[in-house]
């Protein structure tokens, strides 16, 4: 079982900054992904943000030039910069990560979400 720890979540003004922090634990075999998805009220969970194992980066266009990804040397845990801050930012904020057991069986974990609000 992963455990995935979120923090760096709160509330924010227009064009401010926040940068979230996920860091994964527990029977660690293979992390193949990690990423960053959020939630808007009544709106569907939208991916924004992954880094595969190798080092590629993917960002959605809705926050291409303002949010960046990245993980630290270990690769346990990622970063989510957010820049130029939004109102329709406003969601809650999920870390996920794609894993692969001695078995090759993979297995998305998920924490259990931050709240990031941004004031007009």
């Known amino acids: 079982q992963v455990t995935l720890v979120e923090s760096g979540g709160g509330l924010v003004q227009l064009g401010g900054s926040l940068r979230l922090s996920c860091t994964a634990s527990g029977s660690i075999f293979s992390i193949n992904a990690m990423g960053w998805l959020r939630q808007a009220p009544g709106k569907q969970r939208e991916l924004i943000a992954a880094i595969a194992s190798g080092g590629t980066t993917h960002v959605a266009d809705s926050v291409k030039g303002r949010f960046t990804i990245s993980r630290d040397n270990a690769g346990n845990t990622v970063y989510l910069q957010m820049n130029a801050l939004k109102p329709e930012d406003t969601a809650v904020y999920y870390c996920?990560?794609?894993?692969?057991?001695?078995?090759?069986?993979?297995?998305?974990?998920w924490g259990q979400g931050t709240q990031v609000t941004v004031a007009s």
């Open positions: 996920t990560l794609k894993h692969y057991n001695r078995l090759g069986e993979a297995s998305d974990f």
